[in-house]
């Protein structure tokens, strides 16, 4: 797993949040991040649900940057159906401006 291919996020830092989860009874929180591939790739349903897993409920080992979601902001834009995914889009760019991601169920 390269570094680059999960938005700058390190392995040891995903690691760390997967193990975390599994001594954890607390609150549920995202253990993973996707990849530019996934975010490239999946399906406009999942790819939306990864992205605002990882913006809503991150692990602390994993809390995204706002230069992180730029990139993934990016990589939404070259996807021929960018159209599919704009509210996932607009939930990326408040995220850059600061403007807080509610958790969603």
Known sequence: MEKD???GVPLD????????SI?????RQCINVPSRTEVASLPPGQVREAIVE????PAIEIIPSKTQIQEVL????????HDAVG?????CEHYIQGIRIPAMN
């Open 54 to 57: 990882w913006l809503s409920r």
């Open 23 to 27: 001594h954890s009874r607390s609150s």
């Open 74 to 81: 990016d990589v939404l834009y070259t996807r021929p159906d």
């Open 13 to 20: 830092n995903i690691l760390a949040a997967q193990a975390h």
């Open 87 to 91: 509210d996932v889009m607009v939930l």
């Open 5 to 7: 291919q999960y938005f």
